[in-house]
């Protein structure tokens, strides 16, 4: 066994801290952590502002000198119009002609209104085709010229389908389209 009074001193108690000890200790832990704290925001503030010193000063010594900047080229596309043999069969009824005794109207909209206007389906096939060109030559306006072009189809009859020199590319290619679908639509039917 043990002697006892090996164990005497870790079981007496100790003496009582002196007055306010407890208040101190406080204190200074509240402090303590107070400045822990405040060290650990400071630490994370700085390492974002290091972030972004280091992030604007990277984009500062990489931006182009005026020597390195691209320059703009602008292309100018020129369009060529390559004419292409396509034979399309020629019906019955003649070839609409452009030409007419009817004066002309100054705009594709007045050529347009016409032809709406207009009982004959001839002239009307005319009046579109006319409303038609000006609308691709004066406008550039594709979208407008392709509905009249093919209102002029449409009008025109199996004769309209057939090439001629005066057709512009445009026509000249719904031209060719149509002729391909109703040659389709044969050939499919039976």
Do not use: I
Request: proline share 9%; hydrophobic share 45%.
């Amino acid at each position: 066994m043990t002697d006892p009074d090996d164990l005497a001193p870790l079981l007496t108690p100790r003496p009582a801290p002196a007055p306010g000890f407890d208040a101190a200790l406080f204190t200074r832990t509240e402090r303590a952590l107070a400045r822990g704290r405040r060290v650990r925001r400071l630490g994370r503030a700085a390492v974002v502002v290091g972030v972004f010193a280091v992030g604007g000063l990277v984009g500062w010594a990489s931006k182009p000198t005026a020597a390195e900047q691209p320059v703009r080229v602008v292309a100018h596309v020129e369009v060529v119009a390559v004419p292409v043999v396509v034979p399309v069969p020629v019906g019955e009824s003649p070839p609409v002609s452009v030409a007419a005794a009817d004066p002309e109207p100054a705009t594709a909209a007045a050529a347009e209104l016409l032809a709406e206007q207009a009982d004959d389906p001839a002239r009307a096939a005319r009046l579109y085709r006319l409303a038609g060109d000006k609308y691709l030559r004066d406008a550039q306006d594709f979208r407008n010229a392709r509905r009249c072009y093919r209102l002029f189809l449409g009008r025109a009859g199996a004769g309209g389908l057939s090439p001629a020199a005066a057709d512009n590319w445009l026509l000249a290619e719904l031209k060719v389209s149509l002729s391909k679908e109703r040659t389709d639509a044969t050939k499919n039917d039976g």
